[in-house]
């Protein structure tokens, strides 16, 4: 029983922290969407920039009141759970979020269905032939992948399986993911290609690791099954830092996929969030840093607890 | 099914007799049809018949928070082709840019040109009801309105709306403030389109153009259907789906990959690669966009017009169109709108002269001269071709340096910032480029080309009733602009799209923004 409070305590701190950073980060976001040059007037009279037509386009959207002013009202909104409006659109900022959510989402979770279990087996599969040729084979491959950027890992592919074998449509342009999945394989297969090669990495390490510890070697010598000691006894220990960097991709799948919804033309929260600072359009991008912020702080409390969970000795260091 | 498609079939076949007969006397009749046209119906000939039926996927850059239905709203080339579907303008722009009746069947001035009578066409809404003078006058109020912001108010600027009036349901009455000869051009301008009276929602779209509203999902896809009831005869095609790629070469995947059957907008690189392979036919529209660089005549170097002139003689053309457009265009002659109606044709065209441009300078005192030249990827080819020059100039003597600034902020900063800068402009009559940028009270006046006896000209050219005597005065105004403008045009680049070999009935000539650029209701899929 104290041992569920205490946790709860820690919770309590965890989010009350959480609380505090993305209000940390809606601000900064604020002050740098400010020190932009241009406002979303000036975006909006594009290359007509009659003088007079943006100082309408500016009075209309209230971009002619003080910086603070607007940052309280925006403020006061949100603690009653309004994000705002769209300066370029006039619609509310949430629908913004809504629809690129759905998309960004499934592709996320695509991703994370493929990722999860590769990099697992990956990892575990090198550890057990450390030093062998498979795992030197496989670390080389790895070290590889990672360095190449999405962008041209996407056209490669896209060039590839889309155009040259037709095998997979080469975007996903008009498609909806639900009823046509096929589109997703291409950009899922460039978004797991980072993150699988750091977390398989994570966890051969962690593996080796934990498969030299003592009470591994106890273990075996209880006559515990070798794939028994490997799963259950020593699998959870290497999971513990694969977690966290799991946590830091779920991030990057959120808001650092960009370069992928554009290849693949997937109209997702990176779109909008991209398209939203193009026409300096700061309640979008304000909504979206909320959304952020939120969502890497739930994250990263996900992954502590995980990795408490297998791992409670590391307790003290986080 | 079948005895449908027959009839269909019949259908398009008379059509295409039309369309091969009215070419025949284009080309009989000789000359008096400008060329651009004539060569249109006959591409559009040979193509064969016109088949009714299909959707036709067309992939455009967009802007997703931008992305809007409202027709008077339009900022984007996606925004214009979606209203050119669903809406119709009183005129829009011939392929030489001058204005072609549409909704307005004929327009006829009085004696001072300041009051024009405009009739309107028999057409409809999509709802049935008729397209009425009192929704012309609507719709032009409503974007000059003063608490708005939409683009074409400063178009309209010139009517005097409130004088206006409906003389009759199919008749209206603009009382301009003062002559205007090329009046026509304001109802053709970008985002003049006419909405039913008192509209002010725009979810489910009501227009008099060739399709009706399906369906929209902003930032992603538009779908709308064949309007039976057209004025100008029903699009051939079923149902249109614009979608938007930003990314192009994801509009190219999604071409090649057959996802989409038309794509706005690919690079001179990607049409090179792919031109002439049978996968996708390139069509190049000339005259789309003009590439230049300003030259700030009000201050120091420009103020000295040999300076201006050295410049003129700096750039050696065809290596700025081939290093920044990739060869995808044609040689400027510092005059804006080659090709377009009254462009002065007969003027010679400049050729680099490094040995004459050091002579000006030193007549000029400009010796060593150094100039910062602000850039920013704000169109295509805009770095590069600064690069370039920064090369050219270097021979005649002249320090560039080349400063590279924010894109989503371009404009306004070099508008009165700085003295020389990267410089393009989309198509547009003549008489509006000069009105909105050359006059002493223009709003966008990047050259700060402010001459007293250049507004007469301009003000005499407007309350000219003949055509030829107008076409002097402009004349007139170009010389003077060729001889010591602050407008370096070194080219034009071409605009271009590519569709399916399926697709057919792509205008081959029309500059973007025109007319018949992104009329799908004139494409068929074979």
């Given at each position: 029983m104290a041992r569920v409070t205490r946790q709860l305590n820690w919770i309590g701190r965890r989010l009350l922290l959480g609380l505090g950073q993305t209000a940390a980060v809606v601000l900064f976001i604020f002050v740098l969407t400010e020190a932009l040059p241009g406002d979303a007037a000036v975006a909006l009279a594009g290359d007509q920039p009659d003088p007079e037509r943006i100082a309408r386009i500016r009075a209309a959207l209230d971009l002619d009141r003080p910086a603070a002013e607007r940052f309280l009202d925006w403020a006061a909104g949100l603690v009653r759970g309004d994000l705002g409006t769209s300066l370029v659109s006039g619609r509310p900022v949430a629908d913004y979020l809504t629809g690129g959510f759905g998309p960004t989402v499934t592709l996320a979770c695509a991703t994370l269905l493929v990722l999860l279990p590769l990099s697992v087996g990956l990892g575990v599969l090198c550890a057990r032939r450390e030093g062998g040729p498979l795992d030197r084979t496989l670390s080389a491959l790895t070290l590889a992948v990672h360095s190449v950027p999405e962008f041209a890992l996407g056209v490669l592919l896209a060039t590839l399986f889309g155009l040259w074998l037709g095998w997979l449509p080469p975007t996903a342009v008009g498609a909806d993911p639900v009823t046509?999945?096929?589109?997703l394989v291409l950009p899922v297969l460039v978004l797991v290609s980072r993150p699988v090669c750091t977390i398989s990495r994570l966890v051969r390490a962690g593996m080796i690791d934990a498969m030299a510890s003592p009470y591994v070697a106890q273990a075996q010598r209880y006559g515990v099954s070798g794939a028994r000691v490997r799963w259950t006894h020593a699998l959870p220990n290497a999971l513990a830092p694969a977690a966290q960097q799991l946590a830091r991709t779920c991030d990057w799948l959120l808001s650092g996929v960009i370069v992928v919804e554009a290849l693949f033309v997937i109209p997702g929260l990176g779109t909008v969030l991209i398209d939203a600072v193009a026409a300096r359009d700061v309640p979008v991008v304000q909504g979206m840093a909320v959304v952020f912020g939120v969502v890497t702080v739930l994250a990263n409390l996900g992954a502590d607890l995980v990795a408490r969970r297998f791992a409670p000795r590391a307790e003290a260091v986080a | 099914m079948n005895q449908r498609r027959s009839g269909l079939a019949r259908r398009g076949f008379l059509l295409a007799t039309a369309t091969a007969t009215a070419a025949a006397l284009a080309l009989t009749a000789g000359?008096?049809?400008?060329t651009g046209k004539t060569a249109d119906s006959k591409n559009a000939a040979e193509a064969g018949t016109p088949k009714r039926g299909g959707t036709l996927r067309a992939a455009f850059a967009g802007g997703g928070a931008n992305e809007t239905l409202d027709p008077h709203a339009a900022n984007l080339f996606v925004d214009a082709a979606r209203a050119k579907a669903l809406y119709d303008k009183l005129a829009d722009f011939g392929t030489d840019l001058a204005p072609v009746p549409r909704l307005a069947e004929r327009w006829e001035p009085n004696e001072t040109l300041d009051t024009w009578k405009i009739t309107l066409r028999k057409a409809a809404f999509h709802d049935g009801r008729p397209v009425t003078a009192e929704d012309v006058l609507y719709s032009y109020r409503r974007i000059a309105d003063p608490k708005g912001t939409f683009r074409a108010k400063a178009s309209l600027e010139p009517i005097d709306l409130a004088a206006s009036r409906a003389l009759d349901a199919n008749t209206v009455e603009f009382k301009l403030k003062r002559p205007y000869a090329e009046f026509p051009n304001v109802l053709a301008a970008f985002g003049a389109y006419i909405v039913p009276k008192d509209t002010s929602s725009f979810d489910r779209p009501v227009g008099s153009g060739p399709f009706t509203f399906g369906s929209f999902t902003p930032g992603k896809s538009l779908i709308v259907k064949r309007n039976d009831a057209y004025w100008e005869g029903a699009p051939h095609l079923d149902q249109v789906e614009f979608v938007v790629a930003t990314e192009e070469s994801a509009r190219t995947s999604a071409l090649l990959g057959g996802q989409v059957q038309y794509a706005h907008e690919l690079t001179p690189a990607t049409a090179r690669t792919h031109e002439?392979?049978?996968?996708i036919e390139v069509v190049r529209l000339p005259g789309s966009s003009m590439q230049g660089f300003v030259m700030?005549?009000?201050?120091?170097?420009?103020?000295?017009k040999r300076v201006r002139q050295a410049f003129f003689l700096i750039a050696d053309r065809k290596e700025l169109v081939d290093g920044a457009l990739s060869g995808a265009g044609e040689v400027g002659n510092d005059l804006f709108g080659k090709g377009y109606q009254y462009y002065a044709s007969g003027l010679p065209q400049r050729t680099q002269d490094l040995d004459r441009a050091r002579a000006l300078l030193k007549e000029a005192g400009a010796e060593n001269l150094k100039v910062t030249l602000d850039t920013a990827p704000a169109a295509t080819g805009f770095v590069e071709a600064a690069g370039i020059f920064k090369e050219q100039a270097a021979k005649a003597g002249v320090t560039v340096e080349v400063k590279v600034g924010n894109k989503d902020t371009y404009w306004k900063d070099i508008l009165n910032n700085g003295t020389f800068a990267s410089y393009r402009s989309g198509s547009m009559p003549i008489e509006s480029h000069i009105s909105q940028r050359l006059l002493t009270g223009s709003t966008t006046n990047a050259t700060k080309w402010q001459q007293k006896d250049f507004d007469d000209l301009y003000q005499q050219a407007q309350s000219t009733r003949d055509e030829k005597e107008r076409a002097a005065l402009y004349e007139r105004m170009q010389r003077r602009l060729y001889d010591e403008g602050g407008f370096l045009i070194w080219g034009f680049a071409d605009w271009i799209v590519a569709t399916a070999p399926a697709v057919h009935g792509v205008s081959k000539q029309a500059p973007a923004n025109t007319l018949d650029w992104a009329r799908f209701d004139r494409l068929w899929l074979a």
């Open positions: 046509e999945p096929a589109v | 000359c008096s049809a400008d002439g392979k049978g996968k700030k005549t009000d201050r120091p170097p420009f103020n000295d």
